[in-house]
Antibody
Framework: QVQLQESGPGLVKPSQTLSLTCTVS??????????WSWIRQPAGKGLEWIGR???????NYNPSLKSRVTISVDTSKNQFSLKLSSVTAADTAVYYC?????????????WGKGTTVSVSS | DIQMTQSPSSLSASVGDRVTITCRTS??????LNWYQQNPGKAPKLLIY???ILQSGVPSRFSGSESGTDFTLTISSLQPEDFATYYC?????????FGPGTKVDIK
């Protein structure tokens, strides 16, 4: 079955750009009518939807982060990525990638295990 | 953004208890409501989507219902593995938003 795995630096300096990649295994990122999403969760807090991408490249972002977020997809590598610029301590969180779909109800049925990113000098 | 509230924020229950968690949305979202279970240090797990459809592999003791902008997750007979935090999420419009969570712990 489809599995997702996040990867990237666990420590990012303030004002720099956080970059994470989600690798999809067990299936093609291009097959089916799925969106591919990023969600984050600060320690001890709730979940925040960051944004998503369709394999066509179409994206939706959370307006609270929109000016700093870029989500891209590389179908040849079966990966999609998150870039969050100008990070501060408030961006410290566990970052999850997830699959949305396949129906128009856009539920997140497959999740990565999550990766912890700390923003600190 | 669509605002989500959940009640209670936490509850204590015993194995075998019937547990009900409520999620309320700030506007009508039809049935675009999903429920997730999260254990400490783990990713959320989809339980129910479209308000009442049980995800494949999820035990039938979990059920969901809706009434207007109120949505309910019910666990008919709480099992030891059900002690976790539960989140609702609306997928009606972006940005998708989650409720603040309900922590279910052992009485």
């Amino acid at each position: 079955q489809v599995q997702l795995q996040e990867s990237g630096p666990g420590l990012v300096k303030p004002s720099q750009t956080l970059s994470l990649t989600c690798t999809v295994s067990g299936g093609s990122i291009s097959s089916g009518s799925y969106y591919w999403s990023w969600i984050r969760q600060p320690a001890g807090k709730g979940l925040e939807w960051i944004g998503r991408i369709y394999t066509s490249g179409s994206t939706n972002y959370n307006p609270s982060l929109k000016s700093r977020v870029t989500i891209s997809v590389d179908t040849s590598k079966n990966q999609f990525s998150l870039k969050l610029s100008s990070v501060t301590a408030a961006d410290t969180a566990v970052y999850y990638c997830a699959r949305e779909g396949p129906s128009h109800y856009y539920y997140m049925d497959v999740w990565g295990k999550g990766t912890t990113v700390s923003v600190s000098s | 953004d669509i605002q989500m509230t959940q009640s209670p924020s936490s509850l204590s229950a015993s194995v075998g208890d019937r547990v009900t968690i409520t999620c309320r949305t700030s506007q009508s979202i039809s049935s675009y409501l999903n429920w997730y279970q999260q254990n400490p240090g783990k990713a959320p797990k989809l339980l129910i989507y479209a308000a009442s459809i049980l995800q494949s592999g999820v035990p039938s003791r979990f059920s969901g219902s809706e009434s207007g902008t109120d949505f309910t997750l019910t666990i008919s007979s709480l099992q030891p593995e059900d002690f976790a935090t539960y989140y609702c999420q609306q997928s009606y419009s972006t940005p998708f938003t989650f409720g603040p969570g309900t922590k279910v712990d052992i009485k």
